[in-house]
């Protein structure tokens, strides 16, 4: 059977889910001793459960037969559950605290893997070709968003760029900020452009690793700067909205908020270093259990900058931390025979995100509100998403041309950034989130459901027309040249090894963004 239908599960396949399936069972049998009536039919947890476990099993079972990344089937399976499911899983208290704090836990995840994973031998040769594509692009398209959602949505500048609101006192979802100097609260968004400006290299770094080993794309390395440049951007983008936010939300006048913020990334930097020094020295190197303890520390020690940052108003310290912590234990860890983008602990982050994935994109799927977009704003939705997507296709086009690329491997490049999906996916509940308790205008609500409707069409529009674009045009635009295979393009040359493992094939995790 297996011959004729090469996509069936094998024999080790089967036996690989039903061990999970038992796992499973035995976890909800034991939670049931615990949580009681949350883990039932109807319960909280049950529901939310069922809803990833449904993204998860339909999004690779059509990943086996078809192209199609997991992620837009996985926020698709979100999408149509709220569309016909006559109950709204995350009205419950309960469920919405625990989406609320697993949204805190995806940055941690997705911003220690992304520095384990990146070629730093390649990024230290070409720091001008791989920041400047990540970074000049983000800014285009932020501010280009920004812009767009003004002139087609009439979106308040203030959500545009910063939602600035002058009003008395009043109970807040997030935070309260005093304006001692005219007795006005104010309370901040952070702005659609920065959300929706993030790339995800994780939906097109596959294609480009099998076009690399078809010799399409080898002499400029394109599968290199796309996976790095790529895992920067969103790393920058997360750091920006977590600077940002602690600027915002901040009882202050606005100089010092803006010195806070830039202070932020110092202190950031001090924190992430010593935390990933510390890493590299507990435990010992030869340590038989080393990778699960320092995947531990890394993770507690991200967690615990996250809660504490946002508690004592200097949010922004956190996503910095977390990627120079990464970074630097991934660094000295590679000076002792640990291949910096193929590490222990990068395995494990990368099963951990198997995990979390479908979490992240199931339930972010089910915020989108159809029943409140009209045919007439989803068109400008889509209007002000791929306005502000050209400006940022021409940027990256423009900087990869300055950067001594071909035109057509320019226009490739450019063609790569089209995706988006984590950063947006992670941030998809921040305009609810940071509404009014009380005295919010209904037009405020309804620009935070368009802000959220917004991100789920862009995931789901770019994800597959990226993916698409990546594959038809890439034997149009790129040269045949020597093939290079997979673990050429993860081996770091000059680092010795002692253990001789053979390098894995390269996945979306090799070089996860953010």
């Given at each position: 059977?297996?011959?004729?239908c090469?996509?069936?599960?094998?024999?080790?396949?089967?036996k690989?889910?039903?061990?999970?399936?038992?796992c499973?069972?035995?976890?909800w049998?034991?939670?049931?001793?615990?949580?009681?009536?949350?883990?039932?039919?109807?319960?909280?947890v049950f529901?939310?459960t069922?809803l990833?476990?449904?993204?998860?099993?339909?999004s690779?079972?059509v990943?086996r037969?078809?192209?199609?990344?997991?992620?837009i089937?996985?926020?698709?399976v979100?999408?149509l559950?709220?569309?016909?499911?006559?109950?709204?899983i995350l009205?419950?208290?309960?469920?919405?605290?625990?989406?609320y704090h697993?949204r805190?836990v995806?940055?941690?995840?997705?911003l220690?893997k992304?520095?384990?994973?990146?070629?730093?031998?390649?990024?230290?040769?070409?720091?001008?070709?791989?920041?400047?594509l990540?970074?000049?692009?983000?800014?285009?398209?932020?501010?280009?968003?920004?812009?767009?959602?003004f002139?087609?949505?009439?979106f308040?500048?203030?959500?545009?760029f910063l939602?600035?609101?002058?009003m008395?006192?009043?109970c807040?979802?997030?935070?309260v900020y005093?304006?001692?100097?005219?007795?006005?609260?104010?309370m901040?968004?952070i702005?659609?452009?920065?959300?929706?400006?993030?790339?995800?290299p994780?939906?097109v770094v596959p294609?480009?690793?099998a076009?690399n080993?078809k010799?399409?794309?080898?002499?400029?390395?394109?599968?290199?700067?796309?996976?790095?440049a790529?895992?920067?951007?969103?790393?920058f983008s997360?750091?920006?909205f977590?600077?940002?936010?602690?600027?915002?939300?901040?009882?202050?006048?606005?100089?010092?908020?803006i010195?806070k913020a830039?202070t932020?990334?110092f202190?950031?930097?001090v924190?992430?270093?010593?935390w990933g020094?510390?890493?590299?020295?507990l435990?010992?190197?030869?340590?038989a259990h080393a990778?699960?303890?320092r995947?531990?520390?890394?993770?507690?020690?991200g967690?615990?900058?996250?809660?504490?940052?946002?508690?004592?108003?200097?949010g922004g310290?956190?996503?910095?931390?977390?990627?120079?912590?990464?970074?630097a234990?991934?660094?000295?860890?590679?000076?002792?025979?640990?291949?910096?983008?193929?590490?222990p602990?990068?395995?494990i982050?990368t099963?951990l995100?198997?995990?979390f994935?479908?979490?992240?994109f199931?339930?972010?799927?089910?915020f989108?509100?159809?029943?409140?977009?009209?045919?007439?704003?989803?068109?400008?939705?889509?209007?002000?998403i791929?306005?502000?997507?050209?400006?940022?296709?021409?940027?990256?086009?423009?900087?990869?041309?300055?950067n001594?690329?071909?035109?057509?491997?320019?226009?490739?490049v450019?063609i790569?950034?089209?995706?988006?999906?984590i950063?947006?996916?992670c941030?998809?509940?921040?305009a609810?989130d940071s509404?009014?308790?009380?005295?919010?205008?209904d037009?405020?609500?309804?620009?935070a459901t368009q802000?959220?409707n917004?991100?789920?069409?862009?995931?789901?529009?770019?994800s597959?027309?990226g993916?698409?674009?990546?594959?038809?045009?890439a034997p149009?635009?790129?040269?045949p040249?020597p093939r290079i295979?997979?673990?050429?393009?993860?081996?770091?040359?000059?680092?010795?090894?002692?253990?001789?493992?053979?390098?894995?094939?390269?996945?979306?995790?090799?070089y996860?963004?953010?």
């Amino acid at each position: 059977m297996q011959r004729w239908c090469p996509n069936l599960p094998t024999t080790s396949d089967l036996k690989q889910y039903v061990a999970v399936i038992i796992c499973c069972l035995c976890l909800w049998a034991t939670s049931w001793f615990v949580l009681g009536y949350l883990v039932v039919p109807g319960g909280c947890v049950f529901n939310i459960t069922a809803l990833v476990t449904l993204g998860y099993v339909v999004s690779h079972t059509v990943e086996r037969y078809t192209t199609l990344n997991p992620v837009i089937t996985q926020t698709l399976v979100g999408v149509l559950c709220k569309m016909f499911i006559p109950i709204n899983i995350l009205e419950d208290k309960k469920a919405d605290l625990i989406d609320y704090h697993l949204r805190r836990v995806y940055p941690v995840i997705i911003l220690t893997k992304g520095p384990l994973t990146w070629n730093w031998d390649y990024i230290r040769h070409n720091p001008v070709k791989v920041f400047s594509l990540a970074t000049l692009p983000w800014i285009v398209e932020c501010l280009s968003t920004a812009f767009f959602s003004f002139i087609y949505l009439d979106f308040p500048w203030y959500w545009g760029f910063l939602h600035w609101r002058p009003m008395k006192r009043r109970c807040l979802n997030i935070a309260v900020y005093d304006a001692q100097y005219n007795g006005y609260n104010v309370m901040l968004c952070i702005h659609l452009g920065a959300i929706l400006s993030s790339v995800s290299p994780a939906i097109v770094v596959p294609i480009v690793i099998a076009l690399n080993t078809k010799g399409l794309g080898t002499k400029s390395k394109l599968a290199l700067l796309v996976g790095n440049a790529g895992g920067l951007d969103t790393a920058f983008s997360e750091g920006m909205f977590g600077v940002i936010n602690s600027a915002i939300f901040y009882e202050s006048t606005p100089v010092y908020r803006i010195i806070k913020a830039f202070t932020a990334i110092f202190f950031g930097v001090v924190l992430g270093v010593a935390w990933g020094v510390l890493a590299d020295i507990l435990p010992d190197h030869d340590d038989a259990h080393a990778p699960a303890i320092r995947s531990l520390h890394l993770f507690a020690g991200g967690i615990l900058f996250t809660y504490a940052g946002g508690y004592f108003g200097w949010g922004g310290i956190s996503g910095v931390a977390i990627m120079v912590c990464a970074g630097a234990a991934a660094t000295r860890w590679a000076r002792r025979d640990w291949a910096l983008n193929n590490n222990p602990v990068s395995e494990i982050y990368t099963t951990l995100w198997v995990i979390f994935e479908s979490m992240l994109f199931t339930l972010s799927g089910y915020f989108i509100e159809i029943s409140d977009v009209s045919a007439a704003e989803f068109g400008l939705m889509i209007a002000c998403i791929f306005s502000a997507l050209v400006f940022r296709l021409l940027a990256a086009f423009l900087v990869a041309l300055a950067n001594a690329l071909p035109v057509k491997e320019s226009i490739f490049v450019a063609i790569t950034w089209i995706p988006k999906a984590i950063v947006e996916a992670c941030l998809v509940r921040v305009a609810s989130d940071s509404l009014w308790k009380n005295g919010t205008t209904d037009k405020d609500r309804k620009i935070a459901t368009q802000h959220s409707n917004m991100i789920i069409i862009a995931i789901i529009m770019t994800s597959t027309i990226g993916s698409i674009l990546t594959r038809i045009m890439a034997p149009i635009l790129l040269s045949p040249y020597p093939r290079i295979s997979p673990e050429a393009i993860s081996t770091i040359p000059n680092i010795p090894s002692k253990d001789k493992r053979p390098s894995p094939c390269l996945d979306a995790f090799q070089y996860i963004d953010t």
